[in-house]
């Protein structure tokens, strides 16, 4: 896979190509299916993965969560393909902060955090990189936190299912796929709602025309209406 096959804003997309090269390089891929615990919160584990997918045009994703003092399970974010998981416990010097499940058949590269901390060392796009993607998700975080005080579960839903068409969303006749399988429980741990609102959110967005959503598959049809709910709310 060539660096500009990788979705875009990711760690890999960031590396110039003979970067990207030299990291593959350093690690073979092992297959990992869908539903193994690629990192489990807590857990003290020298490595940093690198998520890569199952075969040529394929999708791989994982997603984040974390389990509250209380039990309640909340979701922090989506990892694609380029995305790499655990290196913030190599920064922190801590165990695992969440925990990574993969929700597609994939490939995982594994690097110790000596040997990934040694590549970056010895590569200052990669540096830059790493924090490029550590501050874009500070980023998404602090405007979630936001959003959860000062809009409803429409806005919040329509600025994620834009977010996620548009950065890895595969266009198909009937629109523009998510690319990623998520239920209604899932789209609620990422934007704070419950499963009844988002499935009604779902439905008032159905019937306006804006997206077609089956089981854990939801298709943007009119992607600019979408954008403008939260856009003018």
């Known amino acids: 896979m060539t660096p500009n096959h990788w979705p875009t804003r990711t760690f890999m997309d960031r590396l110039a190509a ?10 073979p891929p092992r297959r990992a299916p869908e539903g193994e615990v690629l990192l489990r919160q807590g857990q003290h584990r020298e490595e940093v993965l690198l998520l890569c997918p199952a075969g040529t045009g394929e999708v791989a994703c994982a997603k984040v969560t974390s389990v509250l003092r209380n039990g309640t399970e909340v979701m922090l974010g989506i990892r694609v393909h380029g995305d790499m998981v655990g290196e913030m416990g190599m920064f922190r010097g801590s165990g695992a902060s969440a925990t990574v499940v ?10 110790t955090h000596a040997a990934f901390r040694d590549f970056l060392t010895r590569h200052r796009d990669a540096w830059e990189a790493v924090g490029a993607v550590m501050g874009d ?3 998404s975080s602090d405007l979630l936190r936001a959003e959860f ?13 834009v977010e996620l068409a548009e950065r890895h969303g595969a266009e198909d006749a009937e629109g523009v796929d998510i690319g990623i399988r998520l239920s209604q429980t899932d789209l609620g741990k990422l934007i704070g709602a419950r499963t009844d609102a988002v499935g009604n959110a779902l439905r008032r967005f159905r019937d306006a025309g804006l997206v077609l959503s089956r089981y854990r598959r ?3 049809v009119e992607m600019d209406k979408l954008r403008s709910v939260y856009e003018n709310a």
């Open 218 to 220: 939801v298709v943007v």
């Open 149 to 161: 005080v000062g809009y409803e579960v429409d806005v919040r839903l329509a600025r994620v299912l």
């Open 137 to 139: 998700r500070l980023a």
């Open 18 to 27: 003979d970067t990207a090269a030299r990291l593959l390089a350093m690690a």
């Open 102 to 111: 993969a929700c597609t058949p994939m490939t995982v590269r594994a690097y």
